[in-house]
């Protein structure tokens, strides 16, 4: 059983960049699709970016895209968000996810194992 741990999240000012890092234990990533998430307080948990097992394809929500990048090192393990032109509406506890399907998944349900979230916090 994978389990997920997130890095990275803090507080920017809009406009500012930040780099979200998930790191593996217990498992093999490659093994996985995986995805990010976020939830805002009153809000559903909403998918911001997913890949496939190998990296080749990616998904994202017309909210962020062109802004957020999802990547990943299998060799090491470790799944990435680059956050570029971040919004105040970007605030939210950010959580990576991984799934055996072969994805991108970027439905909730389909995601078996999450980290425990790190908070990013966006200032106007």
């Known amino acids: 059983q994978v389990q997920l741990v997130e890095s990275g999240g803090g507080l920017v000012q809009a406009g500012g960049s930040l780099r979200l890092s998930c790191a593996a234990s217990g498992g093999t990533l490659s093994s996985y699709a995986m995805g990010w998430f976020r939830q805002a307080p009153g809000n559903v948990r909403e998918n911001v970016a997913a890949?496939?097992?190998?990296?080749?394809?990616?998904m994202y929500p017309d909210s962020v895209k062109g802004r957020f990048t999802i990547s990943r090192d299998n060799a090491k393990n470790t799944l990435y968000l680059q956050m570029n032109s971040l919004k105040p509406e970007d605030t939210a506890v950010y959580y990576c996810?991984?799934?055996?399907?072969?994805?991108?998944?970027?439905?909730?349900?389909?995601?078996?194992?999450w980290g425990q979230g790190t908070q990013v916090t966006v200032s106007s």
């Open positions: 890949i496939s097992w190998t990296g080749g394809r990616t």
């Open positions: 996810a991984a799934t055996p399907f072969v994805g991108p998944a970027t439905a909730v349900d389909r995601y078996d194992y």
